[in-house]
T-cell receptor
Framework: AQTVTQSQPEMSVQEAETVTLSCTYD???????LFWYKQPPSRQMILVIRQEAYKQQNATENRFSVNFQKAAKSFSLKISDSQLGDAAMYFCAYRRRGGTSYGKLTFGQGTILTVHP | GAVVSQHPSWVICKSGTSVKIECRSL??????MFWYRQFPKQSLMLMAT?????????EQGVEKDKFLINHASLTLSTLTVTSAHPEDSSFYICSTEGIRRDYGYTFGSGTRLTVV
């Protein structure tokens, strides 16, 4: 079974600074997707960024970028120029590609990010 | 974009009663719906997966008779918490694949259930 581990229960960053959230996963699959989701106080889940395992290039979305290390099974999220609105709980998630249960997301434990003004 | 409307956003019920939570896909057809449960400051725990027109698949440890899932149409999936007890109090979220199945998931806004 796949597992996703976020080893940082809480992180904090100063506004305008950069912060990196860690995520590792375990899978025997070679083709899969990885996601970072944000859950602000409203508790609405918001997709931040996604990465396809077969792509070597790290995904970027404006101030958000990932460091995808397939061999190490690591998928960290870097938030640059942090803003107060970035404060939320962040979840790393895995989904295999193909197969009967390919639609199922496996979430990490989550990291609460606090942004200080 | 793909939107999933979840209702109610919050509900308080008495022990022993049943509560129904609805998730509707507004501008696309949701063949598969995932139901999650989340406790404060914890991760989302998958409870079950429902497919339109067939029985739901429950995760290990989830009581099928307590959490009834119905996915009668391509735009509506419901979760009914039967004979609710205080320990069922939680945040319930539905999710489905969006229009592009390989892109990401669309989540409902969640339902906060409090059983008193």
């Amino acid at each position: 079974a796949q597992t996703v581990t976020q080893s940082q229960p809480e992180m904090s960053v100063q506004e305008a600074e950069t912060v990196t959230l860690s995520c590792t996963y375990d899978t025997s699959e070679s083709d899969y997707y990885l996601f970072w989701y944000k859950q602000p106080p409203s508790r609405q889940m918001i997709l931040v960024i996604r990465q396809e395992a077969y792509k070597q290039q790290n995904a970027t979305e404006n101030r958000f970028s990932v460091n995808f290390q397939k061999a190490a099974k690591s998928f960290s999220l870097k938030i640059s120029d942090s803003q107060l609105g970035d404060a939320a709980m962040y979840f790393c998630a895995y989904r295999r590609r193909g197969g009967t249960s390919y639609g199922k997301l496996t979430f990490g434990q989550g990291t609460i990010l606090t942004v200080h003004p | 974009g793909a939107v999933v409307s979840q209702h109610p956003s919050w509900v308080i019920c008495k022990s022993g009663t049943s509560v129904k939570i609805e998730c509707r896909s507004l501008d696309f057809q949701a063949t598969t719906m995932f139901w999650y449960r989340q406790f404060p400051k914890q991760s989302l725990m998958l409870m079950a997966t429902s497919n339109e027109g067939s029985k739901a698949t429950y995760e290990q440890g989830v009581e099928k008779d307590k959490f009834l899932i119905n996915h009668a149409s391509l735009t509506l999936s419901t979760l009914t918490v039967t004979s609710a007890h205080p320990e069922d109090s939680s945040f319930y979220i539905c999710s489905t694949e969006g229009i592009r199945r390989d892109y990401g998931y669309t989540f409902g806004s969640g339902t906060r259930l409090t059983v008193v």
